[in-house]
């Protein structure tokens, strides 16, 4: 069988799209302790990222439809790995929030960017990638968090975790870049600005806004909950966020197989069902061992609600996928990276265990959703090889 450089390209850049972030989220415990952050501190940090993301995402779609996905990639991928690089040099609080907003801003920027280059990728082949490039993006969180674990365990500090990460993570874009599709474009998409969705769309993409809600959250806050409330070392909770991005891995390479076999309607309620029994377990456990089974459902129950929702985006045929995609991601996305400074903030007034009950609200929606979703005719989706 040939093999299929693009996909297999762009399965390596949402691989270090999600290194980058599993090193950031397993060193935001350290962080935290290395420059005295309270729970408040902390998440005025985490806004900074998510005001970041919120300037660069919209921009970042006008660039992709007047340049391709692959020219932009090829700069907001370079810059991802050298902003994740330069919160290695975070030397206060106020340092930190302004290299975490250009790394928020880098983030944001590729995230659009990856997806709409899957969407290039998936009509270049004519086969479904979704499900495996986001897991692939799962796969790299695993392995970010878990180089964490390893080094902090050994005594290095964040200052070499993050540079190492970044040089290795950099020596990977350049490799793949040149293997990358360029999509064919209408000659009137140069004129397209972020479209906001239909009373359909809007359903969909609030459904994945409490999905990303639920990650981003978990993401930020989960090896911190560990840290402060269950008193883990910083590398047992490191780890406890490894172990919740193997499950989270595992259910998404299964997303295909699931999308063949069950309605969409059916996986939406189960995933949200287990993010809210989850993330429930892991807040009511007195023990790391219960929580980190928590975290595990938890995981199951996250994966597969951007790849279900995407597959549904992509049927729309009023805005045409690509545009439909662009709006329901970007909403989703906000919930993603709106998630965590909220918690901080409601931990700072009711304690950071009552804050991540935000996690299991979010979870109980995700199941609830489907019931206001419009009734529609089953489509199989080839999955791809």
């Not at 390209?9 to 270090?16: E, I, P, Q, T």
């Not at 439809?65 to 994740?84: D, Q």
């Not at 206060?92 to 983030?107: E, M």
């Not at 429930?280 to 975290?295: M, Y």
Request: aromatic share 8%.
């Amino acid at each position: 069988m040939k093999i299929q450089w693009p996909k297999w390209a762009l399965a390596v850049l949402f691989l270090v799209d999600g290194t980058g972030f599993g090193l950031w989220a397993a060193h935001v415990p350290v962080f935290k302790q290395n420059l005295h952050l309270g729970n408040g501190a902390l998440s005025e940090v985490l806004l900074s990222l998510v005001g970041g993301g919120i300037v660069t995402m919209p921009l970042t779609g006008v660039l992709i439809a007047r340049f391709g996905s692959r020219n932009v990639v090829r700069t907001v991928a370079v810059l991802y790995v050298a902003m994740l690089a330069g919160l290695a040099h975070a030397s206060s609080w106020g340092v930190l929030i302004a290299l975490a907003c250009l790394y928020g801003g880098a983030k944001g920027a590729l995230d659009v960017t990856v997806n709409a280059q899957a969407i290039a990728v998936e009509q270049f082949y004519g086969r479904s990638s979704m499900s495996l490039l986001q897991g692939c993006w799962s796969v790299g969180g695993l392995i970010g968090a878990g180089i964490a674990s390893v080094l902090l365990n050994h005594g290095y500090g964040v200052r070499f975790n993050l540079t190492a990460g970044a040089i290795v993570m950099g020596t990977a874009v350049f490799a793949v870049l040149p293997l990358l599709v360029t999509e064919q474009r209408k000659t009137d998409e140069a004129k397209f600005r972020f479209v906001l969705p239909d009373a359909s769309l809007l359903r969909l993409a609030l459904i994945v806004f409490f999905g990303l809600f639920a990650e981003g959250a978990i993401g930020d806050w989960a090896a911190v909950y560990l840290r402060s409330n269950l008193k883990a070392s910083l590398s047992l909770a490191a780890a406890g966020y490894a172990t919740y991005a193997i499950a989270m891995a595992s259910a998404r390479f299964l997303g295909d197989w699931l999308i063949r076999r069950f309605e969409d309607k059916l996986i939406l309620i189960g995933s949200g069902l287990l993010i809210a029994l989850g993330f429930g377990l892991t807040l009511v456990a007195r023990s790391l061992p219960v929580a980190i089974f928590g975290l595990v459902l938890t995981g199951m129950g996250v994966a597969n609600v951007v790849p279900v929702i995407m597959t549904l985006t992509g049927k729309n045929t009023r805005m045409g996928a690509g545009p439909a995609i662009s709006a329901v991601s970007t909403i989703g996305y906000f919930g993603f990276l709106a998630g965590p400074p909220l918690i901080g903030w409601l931990a700072v007034a009711a304690g950071l265990d009552k804050a991540l009950g935000l996690v299991v609200l979010a979870g109980v929606i995700v199941a609830a959703g489907p019931i206001i979703l419009p009734a529609e005719k089953k489509v199989t989706v080839e999955a791809g090889a």
